[in-house]
């Protein structure tokens, strides 16, 4: 089989100081990239920062024969997320792909979650997607090339006790990704996610058995992809644990066009208008396709 190379090409991966972000690093540099590795260096939960983590991943590419860069900027600020892009610039000359990856927990019960614990894990997560990938979108429109890699999770796209602030940001992830992918395409951008489950300081002591067999390079081989000029899909979901690969979609019902739409009509179709025939549902590829379905099921009903 043909090696995947990302030769030349220059990746941006925020948070790649360790866990899944360094494994990100080292997979694309091995495979040619010119790596700016960002890292804020705090802890889990945010607090705190130091400029060694992202140096020392630097370093290991270096010993390795790569190229890379480091930056510890917080991706949580608009000037920290040009700071970040604007380091890829000054060291290579361009940016050609962005791993998004850079996160917090904050975990708490829903009805005792304050306006700190929500307002840090939007802004990393969330808010900090957007003040990365623009200056980098921007650029990778200029040059008609890009690909972008950002991380989602299962706890926001199917559901987690304890983490709205997360879950929701993590949504939210998937929701710029299809935005990204339809404005991306006509100028050679690619927008992908990623829902990993690996083991990290993230997830210690919570995967059970599957710990061992869900390490950080169990997932970078699909980002390598995502992010190589090769890639052929766009504004894709992916699960991703331990070797293990699938698509998350998000597809809808054939639903039911009710002749008298009333909550009492309703309450008695309820069950009808949520099931899932096999071979029968939709899977719009955006705003516009659903809008299609609703207006030929709305034309063949009347
Ligand atoms: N490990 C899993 O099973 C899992 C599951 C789903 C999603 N994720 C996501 O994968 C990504 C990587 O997580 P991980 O498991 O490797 O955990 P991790 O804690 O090892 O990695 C996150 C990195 O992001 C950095 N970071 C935090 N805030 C930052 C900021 N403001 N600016 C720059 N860097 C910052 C941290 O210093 C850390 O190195 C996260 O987005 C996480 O939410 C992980």
Redesign the pocket.
């Known amino acids: 089989m043909q090696e995947l190379r990302l030769d030349g090409r220059v990746a941006v991966i925020?948070?790649?100081?360790?866990?899944?972000?360094?494994s990100h690093a080292l997979e694309l540099a091995r495979r040619g990239a010119y790596v700016v590795v960002?890292?804020?260096?705090?802890a889990?939960d945010?607090q705190g920062s130091s400029a060694s983590?992202a140096q020392h991943v630097a370093d290991e590419i270096t010993a390795l024969g790569g190229v890379a860069v480091a930056n510890?900027?917080?991706?949580?600020t608009l000037e920290?997320g040009e700071a970040i892009v604007q380091t890829a610039i000054d060291a290579f000359g361009r940016v050609d792909v962005l791993i998004n990856?850079?996160?917090?927990?904050r975990d708490k019960a829903f009805h005792k979650m304050d306006a700190d614990l929500i307002n840090q894990v939007i802004?990393?997560?969330l808010k900090?997607a957007f003040f990365v990938t623009q200056p980098a979108f921007r650029r990778m429109r200029e040059q008609r090339y890009g690909r972008i890699v950002s991380?989602?999770?299962?706890?926001g796209l199917f559901g987690n006790f304890g983490q709205a602030n997360?879950g929701a940001a993590?949504a939210g992830l998937a929701g710029l990704t299809r935005v990204l992918a339809i404005e991306g395409a006509e100028h050679g951008i690619a927008a992908n996610a990623i829902?990993?489950?690996?083991?990290?300081?993230?997830?210690e002591g919570i995967?059970g058995e599957l710990s061992p067999r869900?390490s950080?390079g169990s997932v970078s081989p699909l980002v390598a992809y995502l992010a190589s000029e090769e890639c052929s899909v766009n504004g894709h979901i992916y699960s991703v644990?331990g070797g293990r690969i699938a698509r998350i979609f998000i597809g809808e019902t054939e639903g039911m066009v009710l002749l008298e739409n009333s909550a009492e009509a309703i309450r008695a179709h309820i069950g009808a208008i949520g099931e899932v025939v096999t071979t029968s549902f939709h899977e719009p590829s955006s705003l516009d396709a659903e809008t299609t379905i609703i207006a030929k099921a709305l034309t063949d009903a009347a």
């Open positions: 925020t948070g790649a100081g360790g866990g899944l972000g360094r960002n890292d804020l260096g705090g889990l945010g983590a510890h900027d917080s991706v949580a920290g990856n850079a996160g917090i927990l802004d990393v997560h900090g991380t989602s999770s299962a706890s997360y993590k829902a990993p489950i690996a083991r990290t300081r993230m997830t995967l869900v950080p644990a």
